[in-house]
Structures are given as C-alpha cells and as structure tokens.
C-alpha cells in the first residue's frame, strides 16, 4: 500500500511568518513529488513540483524533498492570510498516478 | 476550453440509481486522470486514461465503477447501483505529457455527488 502522510493541522501562524508543510511517503518508487493548494469548496492547484533532493525555490515557496528519508517538506515564507488552505503533498512514479496524502489545513493569522 | 470542465457541478441521487459524471478537459492534453475526494481526505485515484485507453484503473473500487474516452477527449465516468458510500466530490484532471511531469495535473472544479 503506497502511503503519504500529513500532519491534519491545523497549523496556525502569524502574517509574516515561515509556515512549514511536512510530508512522509512509504514508496521508494516515487520520483517526483508535488504541493497542492486547496482553498475550502475549490479543486486543487499545483503550486510546487520536486523531483530532485535538495530545495527548489519559488518566489516565496521553496520545496524539499529527501529520498533517503522520504521526506518532503515546503516553506512558506512571508506568511498571508490568503494562504490560508489546506495543503497536499502527492508523489508518483514516473507515467503514473499521484498518491496523496490527507492535507495539512495551513491558517494564517492576520 | 481554458480549464478542464466538469458537470454536473452537483448531483443527488437516490441509492440504487445510475449517474453519469462527465469531464472535458483542456484542449490537447492526452492524459486524463479520475480521483475521488471524501471530506477531509485527500483525493484517491480511480483511473488514468492515456488517450482512448484505461492505462491504470487499479483505483476503481469495484465493477459498479466504469468510466470511457471513446474519441480520447471528454470522458464519462458511470456508477451502477450508487450507495451512500459513493458520496464524493469526484474530480478530473488532466495532463499534457508522458513520462517525467505526469504529476502537474489541472484538476476540474468537480462533481459533488449525494448519494440518499
């Protein structure tokens, strides 16, 4: 059983700061790995993409991923409460599905 | 279309009945992807078709579930005999490459389906 866990949340940080998104994945297969914004009653949208170790950085989003540990993680930095959502890792193998993990609901505080 | 379409937006039903959830999604893109969404969870695959093809269906729950892609565009996915179980928002996505990126998926905004 292919598995990606979250912490449910919710997380709650003050506007202005690092808020951080961990994620866990039983499946050494998986290669690439995603973050998913989920605002409530709306679908999902990709907002990171990994498939590297190290970080990867996207204006104020920055993505790492450890396949020795099978850990990913995202920051968030500069915290507004517009990003307040809930939050989806997702890893897949190459040409297949995406599992995903359960969200971490993120709020930010204002 | 700009955005993977999805209707109906909202279907109730009763236990027992047939429904028919449709999805077009964005011009061009080969890979169209069915995942299910229960409250507070994450989506669950269903099935990923590689133009007309079921590449994977290992998602599927069982044989009341069958989705098509006759022409390798708008899919149909169908549920026999719905139960109050199959409640979701069932979501497409869809994707424009094979291989490495599968994962950048654009997802529609769903079909909220109540099963009473």
């Known amino acids: 059983q292919k598995e990606v866990e979250q912490n449910s949340g919710p997380l709650s940080v003050p506007e202005g700061a690092i808020a951080s998104l961990n994620c866990t994945y039983s499946?050494?297969?998986?290669?690439?790995f995603f973050w998913y914004r989920q605002y409530s009653g709306k679908s999902p949208e990709l907002i990171m993409s990994?498939?590297?170790?190290g970080d990867k950085e996207d204006g104020r989003f920055t993505a790492q991923l450890n396949k020795a540990s099978q850990y990913v993680s995202l920051l968030i930095r500069d915290s507004q409460p517009s990003d307040s959502a809930t939050y989806l890792c997702?890893?897949?193998?190459?040409?297949?599905?995406?599992?995903f993990g359960a969200g971490t609901i993120l709020r930010v505080k204002s | 279309g700009a955005g993977v379409s999805q209707t109906p937006s909202n279907k109730v039903t009763e236990k027992g009945k047939y429904v028919e959830l449709r999805c077009d999604p964005i011009s061009g893109h080969t890979a169209l992807y069915w995942y299910r969404q229960s409250l507070g969870q994450g989506p669950e695959f269903l099935i990923y078709?590689?133009?007309?093809?079921?590449?994977?269906d290992s998602g599927l729950p069982n044989d009341r579930f069958f989705a098509v892609r006759p022409e390798g565009s708008v899919s149909t996915l169908k549920i026999q005999r719905t139960e109050r179980g199959d409640s979701a928002v069932y979501l497409c996505?869809?994707?424009?490459?094979?291989?490495?990126?599968?994962?950048?998926?654009?997802f529609g905004e769903g079909s909220r389906l109540t099963v009473l």
């Open positions: 997702a890893g897949g193998e190459y040409g297949n599905k995406l599992v």
């Open positions: 996505a869809s994707n424009a490459r094979r291989g490495a990126n599968t994962g950048e998926l654009f």
């Open positions: 990994i498939y590297s170790n």
């Open positions: 499946d050494r297969g998986s290669q690439s």
């Open positions: 078709f590689q133009g007309t093809g079921a590449a994977d």
